[in-house]
């Protein structure tokens, strides 16, 4: 499995309906990934196979989209993208958190492993 593309219309499908403007609600199933990008980046077309790899890798845990923000203005206005990569990760029951410029394969895994895909310990209690 690759990255997805998105275009607006579709990442109001799914991921979030910002035109309801209720703060934010993901609609995803699982956890996800969106790269902002341009085709004639240079960083961007460095992430891309990378980005394809973990898509791979994590199938079926995280969906790992990509938005091109010379197609999709009203999406990357809405984010407020002014450089790229911009790369938003979104957790399940949490809000979205945004990194800027290219990252290393380990620093992506890093980030979804500890923000993406952690599980909270459950408290247990002992008499």
Known sequence: MTT?????EEFKKRVMNYDNNNGWNFLGERPAIIDFY???CSPCRRL????DELAEEYNGQVDIYKVNVDQEAELSQYFNIRSIPSIL???????????????????????????????????????
Do not use: C, R
Not at 92 to 100: A, E, F, L
């Open 38 to 40: 341009a085709p004639w």
């Open 89 to 127: 990760f979104i957790p399940i029951g949490d809000s979205p958190k945004m990194t800027h410029g290219a990252m290393s394969k380990e620093g992506i895994k890093e980030l979804i492993n500890q923000q993406l895909l952690s599980v909270q310990p459950l408290s247990f209690q002992f008499y």
């Open 4 to 8: 997805k593309h998105l275009t607006t």
């Open 48 to 51: 891309a196979p990378i980005l």
